[in-house]
């Protein structure tokens, strides 16, 4: 298992020009930053506000077969997870999990 790591679910950007603050989500694994300032109509004039950022919580989380179901001489099957949120740190090394999805 990794470490956990943050992952960033909403971002706060305000623009340089005029200090309007725009709030983007987490869609699609990825944070869209604003490009037109809807108050000033200035482009590309939006910097980051990290501490007004929303992270969450993300773990890799690396599976193996046991070793009681695997054939003797041949290699375990490892697959990685990720999980998230309330998922990270619901399970430690040694123990047996069953996936489903």
Do not use: W
């Amino acid at each position: 298992m990794q470490r956990d790591l943050p992952r960033n679910g909403a971002a706060t950007f305000r623009c340089i020009r005029c200090q309007h603050i725009e709030r983007t989500v987490l869609e699609r694994g990825r944070i869209q930053e604003p490009t037109d300032c809807p108050r000033c109509r200035k482009k590309f004039s939006f910097e980051l506000l990290y501490n007004l950022c929303v992270f969450t919580d993300k773990q890799y989380i690396k599976l193996q077969e046991t070793p009681e179901s695997v054939p003797e001489g041949e290699t375990p099957y490892t697959i990685t997870l990720l999980a998230y949120d309330d998922m990270v740190d619901g399970v430690r090394p040694g123990d047996r999990v069953e996936v489903v999805g």
